[in-house]
């Protein structure tokens, strides 16, 4: 079965957004703090830096970028991926609402991967059953997916 267009377009904006956002924590690091932002934010922002905490996050950033480009991995890439933008959306409604919309794209963006691979998160949503139970019925879909793409 053919990948539709609007679904690689997405996996590849945001696996290179975020290659490209996890590569500059390294960079900043190395070179020094970026420029700080008055208020809440950049007290957060400080201590976020100085901290290093920033290698932890920028790092998590980066294998989530490189499991999207390589298109390997995609629903773990996609779960460690809900995790960082519910972080960077709380950081930007709470701290800094002026800077949320690449935030808000990059969740739109999401959103179009987790809808297309929504099968593979099914068993996430089963209340009160054993993982061998809950994954079943999406390993079902998989297999009828599979048999109708040959």
Request: aromatic content about 12%; proline content about 6%.
């Amino acid at each position: 079965m053919r990948t539709p267009v609007i679904v690689t377009v997405s996996r590849i904006l945001l696996g290179l957004l975020f290659a490209l956002a996890g590569s500059s924590g390294f960079i900043f690091s190395a070179i020094g703090n970026p420029p700080p932002v008055p208020g809440l934010a950049g007290d957060f922002q400080h201590v976020f830096f100085a901290s290093h905490w920033v290698l932890y996050v920028d790092a998590v950033e980066f294998a989530i970028g490189v499991l999207l480009l390589s298109n390997r991995y995609i629903i773990l890439a996609l779960t460690m991926l809900g995790a960082v933008l519910s972080n960077i959306l709380v950081f930007h409604i709470t701290m800094q609402p002026f800077g949320i919309v690449p935030g808000a794209i990059a969740t739109g963006l999401w959103f179009v991967l987790f809808r297309h691979y929504r099968a593979s998160f099914a068993p996430l949503f089963v209340k009160n059953q054993s993982a061998s139970v809950a994954a079943a019925p999406a390993l079902h879909l998989v297999k009828a997916q599979r048999a109708l793409a040959s």
